[in-house]
């Protein structure tokens, strides 16, 4: 256990594609879709977690996140 903060990711990048403008600016708000989901249940390689997880989803690339910070 930590009283700091060890690492800072995204809950979901910037889904350009999506049709949903919220979405599109922010990420996607819906858990099962998250990038964070994600790359807490991965057992690939580090910087091989991502995959796509709908036709609109985004990798969590310094262009698709807040401020750059991933």
Known sequence: ????????????AKESANGNSD??????????????????????AAGQWYTAQHS???PPSTANVWD???
């Open 23 to 44: 979405r599109r600016n922010y990420g996607n708000n819906r858990y099962i879709y998250s990038n964070l989901r994600q790359w807490l249940n991965s057992d690939a």
């Open 1 to 12: 256990m930590t009283n700091q903060i060890i690492k800072l990711l995204c809950f979901d």
């Open 56 to 58: 609109a989803d985004a």
């Open 68 to 70: 750059g910070v991933n």
